[in-house]
């Protein structure tokens, strides 16, 4: 299988991991495989190795961050990628629990919004000059036709909760990242180890009340709870997509219940996102009632 062969080659030595990570950092669209090679030498070697690994990899983002002053390519590329996760990677050595994993990401997420908000007076305003900026460069250099008007409704939709999804889209691409690399490490021992672990991933009572907690930001800074709320339902939405994919294995549906549930998923996502929020109120109640120790027979570490 081509995945197992890629890790065995990525694994035979650090000189191969890391000329693959560095590869992939000058080819566009492929520095994640980079962040996914640190992740894998950290949960099959050792942390030191990957974290020297994880120096390779970052290299090329730091000499071109030095010779063009673009430190924006120096933290999308090395702090919110590969460092952030090899951090996640370490994490999930250390404590061998996906939740924790998931959890420590969310906690990182939530403080750099609380951050942003203390550092910029009107992070909001920000957004819509940025998304405005944008909208103008895009009709002048490329010639096609916006109409402002309704670009300017949109980014007065959007940007109260711009600062959380950016947060969002960081953590989960951090995450899948660091998923992929526990995959390709399961798949190489042949274990269906990982299979066990995203099936019985669920979010304690102490840890669902914990993050509701952060709700009572409504009575201090409505402009700060709107941008938290993505980070907030993150964790909520990842232990619900977990409760029906293990539904549907344990009714012994047809595999294409599978596909369709995550196409029904990305669809939601992209046009109907409020639909995610049964996903959302049957993780809290999972928490509570623990639908798969009760229905489902899957016992939950």
């Known amino acids: 299988m081509l995945a197992k062969k890629f890790t065995e080659f990525v694994l035979k030595s650090n000189k191969r991991a890391i000329l693959v990570a560095l590869l992939c950092a000058f080819v566009p669209l492929l520095g994640w495989v980079g962040a996914v090679v640190v992740a894998l030498v950290t949960l099959c070697k050792s942390i030191a190795d990957g974290f020297v690994v994880l120096l390779w990899a970052a290299l090329p983002y730091i000499v071109i961050a030095v010779h063009t002053r673009s430190w924006a390519l120096l933290l999308h590329g090395v702090v919110f990628g590969s460092l952030f996760v090899w951090v996640l990677a370490v994490l999930w050595r250390l404590s061998k629990k996906f939740v924790l994993v998931v959890e420590s990401a969310v906690m990182l997420g939530l403080l750099a919004v609380v951050i942003i908000h203390l550092i910029l007076p009107n992070p909001h305003a920000w957004w819509t000059q940025y998304i405005i900026a944008h909208a103008n460069k895009l009709i002048s250099t490329a010639n096609i036709n916006l109409n402002m008007g309704w670009v300017k409704k949109a980014t007065q939709m959007v940007v109260p909760y711009m600062t959380g999804v950016q947060s969002v889209i960081i953590l989960f691409g951090a995450i899948l990242q660091v998923i992929i690399a526990r995959a390709l490490q399961a798949n190489l021992a042949n274990s269906w180890l990982w299979r ?10 102490k840890r669902v009340m914990f993050l509701l907690l952060w709700l009572v930001f409504f009575w201090i800074d409505l402009s700060l ?25 344990t009714l012994k549906l047809s595999p294409m219940f599978i596909w369709s549930f995550y196409l029904l998923i990305f669809a939601s996502l992209l046009f109907m996102p409020i639909l995610l929020s049964v996903l959302v109120v049957a993780a809290i109640l999972d928490s509570f009632l623990d639908f798969r120790t009760r229905f489902l027979n899957i016992g939950v570490n």
């Open 196 to 205: 066990e672990e995203w099936l019985k991933f669920r979010l304690s009572k």
């Open 225 to 249: 709870l709107q941008d938290l709320l993505p980070v907030l339902f993150f964790p909520l939405l990842f232990a619900g997509i977990s409760l029906g994919h293990s539904c549907i294995i």
